[in-house]
């Protein structure tokens, strides 16, 4: 006896009919997903800040190439709630223009919040995660006051104006508030050796934002110095790291007191002390 008759024997006609349709509509609904969906639209590429960069049509790739190393420097920020300020929101005084950048830094941070500050009016911009002033970063007041409206700044990016004048400005005033542990960031620094920009032709100047920049690595090796009296700046004792891409710097803030072995490797000066 073959096995269908076998099984028709044994369950009956009714209970083979049964089964039968039980089987035709089990094999008609569609396979379940082995796993979970796979993201979609922005979600897809909500981890690439290069891909993001381009979707929001900012500058930061394409002109450039900084969000390749902002992902190397920011992306322990990815899951964090924390706040980012950005100056220079683009579109100059071009209506309904501006705030690619912004929507960039939203996506890649779902859980930060993201401010702008531009000489021009961007409300138009703002949404929910995403905030703007009006604000002139010349100016030490302006700046502070904006400060006072974010509290906490985590990340600062200079995205401005590329004057030297202006870099310098807003970093001696918004650097000691940055959080420590913070990131400060200034783009462009192609400028500071423009003179139509206010830069120099001269590479020792030191009034430009590469001028100051330049003196901030000598600032994380001022232990070292072996200059009698010398009294560390703020910026000595507060940044851990700075680095250089083109025409972009990064600076870690951080408490700067490692110590030195100087004394041991230069005995014979300081044995006369």
């Known amino acids: 006896m073959s096995m269908r008759a076998t099984v028709k024997s044994v369950l009956g006609e009714k209970n083979v009919r049964i089964l ?4 035709r509509r089990i094999s008609s609904q569609p396979a379940k997903p082995s796993g979970p969906a796979k993201p979609t639209g922005l979600d897809a590429i909500s981890g690439d800040l290069n891909k993001l960069a381009q979707h929001f049509k900012t500058d930061k790739w394409g002109i450039h190439r900084y969000t390749q190393h902002y992902q190397r420097h920011l992306g322990h920020l990815k899951n964090e709630s924390f706040n980012l300020l950005e100056i220079g929101i683009g579109g100059y005084n071009r209506p309904g223009q501006g705030g690619a950048s912004l929507r960039m830094w939203k996506q890649f941070f779902p859980k930060a919040q993201i401010f702008g500050m531009d000489i ?27 400060a006072d409206k974010i509290g906490d700044l985590d990340v600062i990016i200079d995205d401005g104006s590329h004057r030297s004048p202006h870099v310098l400005t ?4 918004l650097f000691p508030r940055l959080k420590d542990g913070g990131i ?3 783009e ?10 206010q830069g120099s032709e001269d590479l020792d100047a030191a009034h430009t ?36 891409y083109h025409n972009l710097a990064i600076i870690e803030k951080g408490r700067n007191a490692e110590g030195s072995n100087k004394r041991s490797a230069l005995k014979q000066r300081y044995a006369k002390s």
């Open 20 to 23: 039968r349709r039980l089987k």
């Open 120 to 146: 021009q009016d961007k409300s138009f911009v703002d949404e929910e995660r995403v905030t703007t002033f009006i604000g002139d970063q010349s100016d030490p007041s302006s700046l502070n006051s904006i």
């Open 170 to 173: 807003t970093f001696a005033t």
């Open 184 to 186: 400060y960031i200034v």
């Open 188 to 197: 462009d620094t192609q400028s500071s050796y423009w003179p139509e920009w």
């Open 209 to 244: 934002s590469m001028g100051m920049l330049k003196r901030l690595v000598d600032g994380l090796n001022y232990e070292e110095f072996v200059t009698e009296n010398y009294q560390p700046t703020y910026t000595d004792l507060n940044i851990v790291g700075v680095h250089f």
